[in-house]
Structures are given as C-alpha cells and as structure tokens.
C-alpha cells in the first residue's frame, strides 16, 4: 500500500510569489495535518483537516491556509513568500479526525526553499 | 498549549550501547506519545508510541517508559547498531479548540553509533 505522497519533492521560489503544496494521504486515512520543520527542529503544526473541515490551526499567519478535497488529499498553499518560509513541509496522515492516540504518518515532505 | 522539552540535543555511542533519550511534558492532558526516527533527507517514521494507560512499551530493542506524575517520558534504545544513528523526535498529543488533538515535537536528538 501506498504511503502518504507529496509533491512537488522540492521548490525553489522568490520572495513574495505564492506556493500551493499537495498531499495524498495514505489509504483509508480520513484526517491530514501539515507542519512546518525548519533545519535542526522538529516538526511544527499548521493546519489540520478531517472530512474537508479544519479541525485546528497552528500558529501561523494568515498567509498560510489550506484545504482538503472529497478524496481526502490536502493542499497547502503559502502567499507573499518570505525568506523564512524556507523549509521541509509535511504531510501526515490518520485514520480518524479525532487525532486523539491515532499514529500519524508522514510523507517525505516539500523542501521549498525561497530566493 | 503542549511544551516539549527533549535531551540531550546530540547523543554519541558506541555500537552496543545503550541509549536514552529523556522528554518532558507541560499539559497533564496530554495522552498519547509517539517517538519518530528521522534519517537525513527522509520523513519522520513512527518507531514506537506508548498512551497514558501504559506506563512502559517495548519493541524489540527499543522501549519507551512513560511517568504521568512527573510528565515525561523516555526512550530506550539497547545494542545500538550504526543503522540507528539518525534524529530522534519525541511528541506529545496538543488538544486543540475543535476538541480533537495534533502532536507538539521535541527539537530532537542526533543519534550517532560509532561501529
């Protein structure tokens, strides 16, 4: 089976341009979060999404939203880029959208990086 | 919400050793605790979790030992082996508005095991 996929595997961008990430879930899995892991940290959590409802929002600006489609796949998109947004994004996925004790897997990630 | 503190932040040994690694919790609500093993340029994999009933998990070589009253939890990796020289995550469950619950991370271990 599957795992969670995402693409594209990389992007390079210049300040101020906008960026749209995607993710596909892993089969069956019905809730998907994404977070943000700058060099040498962990994971941080953006957004997360449950049967296209946002179930909880990170702290993040305005200009980072999402959504999620009636397949359960996700996008993530980030407008007026900055220098700092440079980073490895991820997706996870679960089986249900209570998150509570539910494994959350992750895809490989995005590596944007910004000019 | 949840605070993670993890150490140490680097953590050298050599092949057949033990190895732990030590996280602390703030939220007394949180129940659920999953560990992730992250090699460079890879997703963060799910090595083991351990819920708040449980006070001790074991796979294999590696187990997780959990204590509710002083809030943290540890990793143990016995007969260390070069493969499991990667960053190591730990990850507490943080309830969001909604009700429903993502994951706050530690900032990691470097885990490296001379031969």
């Known amino acids: 089976d599957a795992g969670v996929t995402q693409s594209p595997t990389h992007l390079i961008k210049t300040r101020g341009q906008q960026v749209t990430l995607r993710c596909s879930p892993i089969s069956g899995h019905k809730s998907v979060s994404w977070y943000q892991q700058v060099l040498g940290q962990g994971p941080q959590f953006i957004f997360q999404?449950?049967?296209?409802?946002?179930?909880g929002r990170g702290n993040f600006p305005d200009r980072f939203s999402a959504r999620q489609f009636p397949n359960y796949s996700s996008e993530l998109n980030v407008n007026a880029l900055l220098l700092g947004d440079s980073a490895l994004y991820l997706c996870?996925?679960?089986?249900?959208?209570?998150?509570?004790?539910?494994?959350?897997?992750f895809g490989d990630g995005t590596r944007l990086s910004i000019l | 919400g949840e605070n993670v503190e993890q150490h140490p932040s680097t953590l050298s040994v050599q092949e057949g050793d033990s190895a732990v690694i030590k996280c602390t919790y703030s939220?007394?609500?949180?129940?659920?605790f999953p560990w992730y093993k992250q090699e460079l340029g890879k997703r963060p994999q799910l090595i083991i979790d351990i819920r708040s009933n449980v006070g001790e998990k074991k796979d294999q070589r590696i187990a997780v030992t959990l204590n509710k009253t002083a809030k943290h939890f540890s990793l143990h990796i016995t007969e260390t082996q070069p493969e499991d020289s990667a960053v190591y995550f730990c990850a507490a469950s943080d309830y969001l508005n909604s009700g429903y619950s993502t994951l706050t991370f530690g900032k990691g271990t470097m885990l490296l095991v001379s031969p």
């Open positions: 999404y449950y049967e296209k409802e946002e179930r």
């Open positions: 939220d007394s609500a949180s129940n659920y």
């Open positions: 996870a996925s679960s089986e249900t959208g209570t998150g509570n004790r539910q494994p959350q897997h």
